[in-house]
């Protein structure tokens, strides 16, 4: 398959929807895959007319089932270590100035979780399954789940999955706000491009920053975190957005955003 095909960019509006097509294998995560997402992601990101993204799996049993563990076979340190040197699609998701939702439908293991976990925004199915399974496999998380699952949920929450390896339900997920919203599965993608197409709506550049600064509260002492909020709130200053959407407000009707 060609890589448009295995991860498949379909335009919508305002919104990129990027579908990892790779259901005989449950979506997993192989070097043609994450060669074709990053250069989704990328396309997405050059293309002014799409504001938000959503990342979905083909099929109805996985969103991204992990790594291809096919691959780790025969692999040496010295080999894995060349291959994590690439460009991450973790971090190209958290850094995206877009915001990127993902839609879960399924299994959403290992690097399908750290994937979920980089995104801005995760809604599920009521049959998604979520886990850290690396433990069965006598490996960690390498694509950021021990560093960003504790954020997401906390301490114990992380470690009772890392540790455990242990597959939860949707619901469970849900309680443990590691998602935001469950869905049933027909409702999904509707629901997912419907919340994509209402950031979509706003000002691109207070969404771009309002995303870097929240984001920054999890790495950022609260002083340095308020001083990159200032700062960001006067760049919008700047910005033709804001002088729509203010002056869109006090002429009761709505903005007309351009990215400006
Ligand atoms: N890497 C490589 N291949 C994978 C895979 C992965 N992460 N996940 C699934 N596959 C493959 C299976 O090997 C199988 O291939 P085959 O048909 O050539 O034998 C195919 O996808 C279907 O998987 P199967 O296990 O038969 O489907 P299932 O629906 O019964 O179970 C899972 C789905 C996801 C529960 C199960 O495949 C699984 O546990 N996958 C590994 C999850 C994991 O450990 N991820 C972390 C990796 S670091």
Not at 15 to 41: G, I
Not at 179 to 202: C, F, Q, R
Not at 236 to 250: H, I, N, P, Q, T
Request: aromatic share 4%.
């Amino acid at each position: 398959m060609s890589d448009a095909e295995v991860v498949i960019y379909e335009a919508r509006g305002h919104v990129a929807l990027l579908t990892v097509n790779r259901p005989e294998k449950r979506n997993a995560l192989d070097a043609q895959v994450r060669r074709a997402f990053l250069a989704a992601l990328e396309r997405a990101l050059r293309d002014e007319a799409v504001r938000a993204v959503v990342i979905t799996g083909a099929g109805e049993k996985a969103f991204v089932a992990g790594a291809d563990i096919a691959e780790f076979e025969g692999r040496t340190a010295v080999d894995q270590w060349r291959a994590m040197s690439t460009a991450s699609i973790y971090e190209a998701v958290e850094r995206s100035p877009k915001p990127v939702i993902a839609a879960v439908n399924g299994f959403c293991l290992g690097g399908g979780m750290e994937l979920a976990l980089a995104c801005d925004i995760r809604i599920a199915t009521t049959s998604a399954r979520f886990g850290q399974p690396e433990v069965n496999l006598g490996i960690i998380p390498g694509g950021g789940g021990t560093q960003r699952l504790p954020r997401v949920v906390g301490l114990g929450g992380a470690l009772r999955l890392i540790l455990t390896g242990e597959i939860i339900a949707a619901d469970e997920a849900l309680r443990l706000k590691l998602v935001e919203e469950v869905v049933e599965p027909g409702a999904l993608l509707t629901h997912a491009l419907a919340m994509a197409d209402s950031i979509a709506a706003k000002s691109p550049v207070a969404v771009a920053a309002a995303k870097e600064a929240t984001r920054a509260a999890l790495s950022l002492p609260l002083a340095d975190g308020l001083k990159l909020e200032t700062a960001l709130f006067q760049v919008c200053f700047g910005s033709a957005d804001k002088v729509e959407g203010v002056r869109a407000f006090l002429e009761k009707r709505t903005p007309t955003f351009t990215g400006r």
